[in-house]
């Protein structure tokens, strides 16, 4: 049985345990609500903040001071703190390096030579200092504690804010790499709209080239459209002549045979209604291609986005080369942005009309399907392309064309392109007896 005495002494540590246990309740409920506000923060500014409040209402210190080591590694520079009368100058790395590597407590640092270089005159009265770094993964960080009492951080004060510290650390982490990621779709999407910009001006470039072309294709339908609409002109005032008479007239002793000019009529509007046709095939197809692409992806036959293509490109090359279409029977299909394909197969042809000689070109695209994809050759009978060139083609602004002839982008934005598609653009061959080029694509698999 305790006596009297022991009796006192049990309720003393008791007492003593439940004050330590408080302590310790009320120091958890207050770093558990530093660290959800710290979590909950999306900007570094708002983290500091919080973690200076944090720390001020944790452990016993006159003043709190972050620092930041530099990207070259050369400096350390003030982020925060809590004496705004601290110059903001960087502190050469090397006279503060003991303080960057491990945690240190200081018990009196008046007398440092650091202490007294760099922080003396704005801290006077300072004596003790906890110095602690930190790393996420982008920042090297120094945290400082000071106080004007010496030896005032204990060991338990020392491991407290190492914790503490370490769910900062993985805070700003998180943060960093959120910025990252976020930096990451930026560039992305510029580089997109930058390569879009430049696809777009690759077209117009070639749209220029086939101008001339597109503008006497069209002067052919155009052309005996108009004949004929001033043939039927004459028509109709002869069958007028013949449904109105003038006073006076007989009908029978006319000598216009209205038959003929039905007949002939007919025929007339007929070839006149092709002609309009093909004008607007013409129209539509080059709209198409100078159309700006979006990002829609259409199930297509390779065959058609083909013919589709050498139509538009007959209009510029027929004085000077023939287009032979060897297809596939099968015409494979292919899931891809049909403008951008179209583009890849004129390139590629209109490179092709440029390098063979004038009036003898034979430009030949093949189909064909091979495993599970699909492929198309364009070949020409040119002056093929020097040796010491090939491996070039396909880097931006390289061109082997005179200055003012080519911009240099039309194979490396087709091969942008083909990767895009999960394809492959590539040089079989080159020699004196002309150039192949094969595109492959992966085919539907119905």
């Known amino acids: 049985m305790l006596t009297n005495e022991q009796l006192h002494e049990k309720l003393l540590q008791l007492s003593y345990e439940k004050k330590q246990l408080e302590r310790f309740k009320f120091l958890n409920d207050l770093i558990l609500s530093g660290l959800n506000a710290i979590l ?57 390096k003991n303080i960057t590597d491990n945690t240190l407590n200081f018990f009196n640092v008046q007398g440092l030579p650091w202490w007294n270089t760099y922080f003396a005159k704005t801290f006077h009265s300072v004596n003790s200092v906890l110095s602690h770094p930190f790393q996420t993964s982008q920042s090297h960080y120094v945290l400082l504690l000071l106080s004007d009492k010496r030896g005032a951080f204990s060991a338990q004060i020392q491991e407290l804010l190492g914790s503490f510290t370490s769910f900062v650390a993985n805070t700003l982490t998180q943060v960093e790499t959120r910025k ?34 597109v503008a006497h294709e069209l002067n052919n339908p155009l052309g005996f459209i108009y004949s004929n609409l001033n043939t039927l002109k004459v028509y109709l005032a002869d069958l007028e002549k013949v449904i109105r ?52 992806t259409t199930r297509m036959p390779l065959n058609q986005l083909i013919d ?49 000689s004038h009036g003898k070109g034979v430009i030949t695209v093949v189909s064909g399907t091979q495993d599970n994809n699909c ?11 020097p040796a010491e060139a090939q491996s070039k083609i396909f880097e931006p602004f390289f061109t082997t064309k ?45």
């Open 40 to 96: 909950s923060s999306d900007k570094h500014e708002q983290i500091f903040q919080k973690l200076f409040a944090v720390i001020h209402e944790v452990i016993n210190c006159q003043h709190i001071v972050l620092l930041l080591v530099d990207e070259k590694k050369q400096h350390l520079e003030l982020v925060r703190s809590t004496n705004e009368q601290l110059p903001g100058t960087a502190l050469p790395l090397d006279a503060l």
């Open 180 to 213: 990252l990621i976020s930096e990451r779709d930026q560039l992305l999407q510029r580089q997109q709209r930058i390569e879009q910009s430049l696809l777009q001006q690759e077209k117009m470039a070639s749209l220029g080239q086939l101008a001339a072309g």
């Open 245 to 296: 008479p003038q006073p006076g007239t007989d009908k029978s002793s006319t000598d216009i045979d209205v038959d003929y000019l039905l007949d002939d009529g007919k025929d007339l509007i007929e070839e006149s209604l092709e002609g309009a046709r093909r004008a607007r095939d013409i129209i539509n197809n080059l709209r198409s291609y100078a159309h700006p692409d979006d990002k829609t």
């Open 308 to 356: 589709s293509a050498v139509k538009i490109a007959r209009t510029h090359i027929k004085h000077n080369a023939v287009v032979e279409l060897k297809l596939c029977t099968d015409n494979p299909l292919v899931i891809v942005n049909a403008n951008q394909l179209n583009q890849v197969i004129l390139n590629l042809i209109i490179n092709a009309n440029q390098a063979v």
């Open 375 to 385: 492929y198309f050759d364009v070949i020409d009978n040119g002056s093929g392309i």
């Open 402 to 446: 005179d200055v003012g002839q080519g911009t240099g982008l039309g194979l490396s934005l087709s091969k942008a392109i083909i990767d895009q598609h999960r394809g492959q653009i590539e040089l079989q061959h080159s020699n004196a007896e002309g150039s192949a080029f094969r595109v492959t694509l992966p085919a539907v698999i119905l």
